[in-house]
């Protein structure tokens, strides 16, 4: 460089020149050094948190809009029950008081009490540790609060610790404050645009972007800023629900299951009974087929098939049968070679499915059983009783349990991050929101849902997991407090802001958190109109702030997801998430 | 005589030949008879006349008649007029409530939000929403909210931004029934109704 073209030659002398140079250089030396240090730290923290601290996001969604208004109700004697019984119509959408204090009305209908079923006197009314802090006026629920009554498995869960509901939460664009005389004025771009439509809301949930046209969901983004603590080739997202806006990702696509506890496979195939493997002549090459071969030796590659003496595409490998012409076929469109890039990465998709495939199967056989039941079933048949449902087992039941299942196999999956989508439709309650049985209109989706969440608690107790595990339920929107009709066929129609509730071992739990709306209709925080659709007093980013850092975002990766959440609240430090009455989460656990 | 090296004798000279000149010019400019020559020499230049611009008359099209505060557009006073028209076929009138609702989000960027009377406000332009498309005073209009040929208001459920199921409770005016008429049916798995739900 310059050095050597300098004049003078007496190097013991550096001119000027030669200190600009020389100190450029050891800064720059500097730089890197330092640069590499707090690599090295980065690094090692993110050693630190992948090390053992496996930990699980599941994502409850009530498709349809849950009428959370009867999910978390006043009780007893308070203005708020008052205000409760005439908006909702004491005889059309209320759950009359005396319905929290009840016995099952027979076997089936009974709970489990840890050792058996029993029928006897239950109560769904909650206990809350932070009496009053949510109330919107002081006394306004005098702390008589119930849940209900199809969700006393969820009361036992709060009077356990470990679950809190957050009041009226809702989806907020939070440039401009949003009140009842302003709500028609604002401009479109200051609310949630498409309010009370489901696909839009739903989008905004999962999201928690609702001004800005959806790229990702918020689910997708932790995927792709924490993919990192990931070893394993199964994503971090797996759907037990089919396509969802929350697991849109970037790098992180969602891998998709079913709830049946076996991973999709060919027409014909299943890693159990019919293994690919069987489908093979050459049975040197089955165990690079067979799902029951431990990773990584499981993953599809045709290549060390080849280098293993045998070419696997060879038409002499395979059985002579429909199911061995089926596999063929498709291994030899995965072979195949591209010049097309686009071809080459679409290709990819199948491969990349056949590998997860196996891994899958590793992890659902840790707890499968010879006879196709799983390890975990008692907890489910223990909360679903014969003769409640038809089937014995709902399909909500059956997704959680698949979740409880991949958590359990964890080891085969490599992962110390996984976040679960689950669903469960039917929540749009127009008509008939209340017909009179405890499996049927809204008690039926509530009495599922919470029998299949405390079932997936006491599975997650049984595998030492609890502590890791968060799940949260969102919906797309509350309903409207008042009834469409005045009879016994009426139901709700689409609301805004609901509440919702947080899961696990290190939820600080018997608590409501947010602000619990004052249920004046024509008024107050009621949006628009007279039917009481209240404006959310707690936007998701703060919710889903919360629970990011729990996953193990940094501030500035929770930014990244919820880029809007610092204009509802300044940070996630203890004096801000008490001040707004939010602290629901236990870091320490 | 001259050094080996002239470069820094000349750059240095430049230099003191720079400063002199500034020193100078300032001096000039800062002299009052120069001061006093550019005052008198502005005053002496004759100012340019102004004058008010000519007002240009709005150019007027006959084509496109004034509107009558409160009405609307004639092309949509028709449409409207075609609701309850007992010649065509009831299926008739969703499809002219969709096809306002349909005109309204292209207007305005989006379907209107709510329920029936959330949606009559938006599209008569009350209540502060903005535009109107559809007439205040329609017969279709019967307590704030759209009616159907049967006297029952229709029954608005938005799936999403831009569709909207839109349903008629029909002759025995009870909704969610066997003789309910539905444009653009609500897709299954919400549990929108019995029927529908999933």
Known sequence: MNIFIRKQEDRSKPNRRDFLLQSSAASLGLTSIVNSISQLKLIGSAAAQGAGDYKALVCFFLNGGNDSNNLLIPAGASTARTAYEAGRGATVLAIPDASFDFTPANAANGYWTGSANSTAAVSSRIDTLNDGAYDPSTGYTGNNMALHPGAYPLKTMFADGDLSFIANVGTLVGAQAVTRTNFNTLPAAAKPPQLFSHSDQQVQWQSSLPDVPFSRGWGGKIADLLQGLNAGDLSM???????????????????????????????????????????????????????????????????????????????????????????RAIEQIMAMQHASLFDEGYNTAPESARITEGLVGNALAQTANADGTSSLDAHWNNWFQNGLFNPRIPDIANQMKVVARLIAGRS???????????????????????????????????????????????????????????????????????????????????????????????????QICGKFPNLTVNGGIDCTGNRGRWIPSTSTDQVFASISKWFGCSDSQIQTVLPNFTRFQADLSNGTLVSKNLDFIDYSV | MFPKRPGPYLIAFLLILLIVLAVWLFQALTSDVVIQAVQKKQAERPRPVTQDPIPTPMPTNPGIPRLAPGSIDPALQAQADGLHNLQEPPERD?????????????????????????????????????????????????????????????????????????????????????????????????GVTPQSGG
Do not use: C
């Open chain 1, 412 to 510: 085969q999956l490599s992962n110390t991050r996984q976040i679960f989508f689950v669903q469960l439709g039917g929540w749009d309650t127009h008509t008939t929101q209340i017909p009179g049985q405890t499996t049927a209109g809204h008690y039926g989706l509530v009495n599922q849902m919470s029998r299949a969440i405390r079932a997936f608690k006491d599975a997650m107790v049984q595998i030492g997991m609890w502590n890791n595990v968060m799940l949260f339920s969102a919906s797309d929107f509350n309903r409207t407090f008042t009834p469409n009709k005045s009879d016994n066929s009426a139901g709700s129609d689409h609301g805004w802001g609901g509440h919702m509730f947080v899961a696990g071992g290190a939820v600080k739990g018997g």
């Open chain 1, 237 to 327: 997202s797996v759907s037990i629900a089919g396509v969802n806006s929350f697991q849109v990702a970037y790098d992180q696509p969602a891998y998709f299951m079913n709830s049946s506890g076996s991973v999709s496979a060919l027409t014909g195939f299943n890693s159990t009974a019919h293994p690919y493997g069987s489908s093979l002549r050459n049975t040197s090459l089955q165990p690079h087929y067979n799902n029951a071969v431990p990773a990584p030796s499981n993953k599809y590659d045709p290549l060390a098939a080849l280098r293993s003496g045998g070419d696997p595409l060879a038409g002499t490998n395979y059985q002579h049968s429909s199911a061995g012409w089926r596999l």
């Open chain 2, 94 to 190: 969703l499809e002219i409530v969709a096809d306002f609702i349909s005109t309204y989000s292209k207007g305005i960027g989006g379907n209107p939000i709510g329920d029936n009377a959330d949606i009559t406000a938006a599209l008569t332009g009350t209540q502060g929403h903005k535009g109107r498309v559809f007439p205040q005073n329609h017969r279709a209009i019967r307590n704030g909210q759209l009616i159907d040929r049967w006297g029952t208001p229709f029954w608005f459920h938005p799936n999403s931004g831009n569709q909207m199921e839109i349903r008629s409770a029909g002759p025995d005016k009870e909704m969610f029934t066997a003789d309910d008429l539905v444009q653009n049916p609500s897709p299954s798995g919400l």
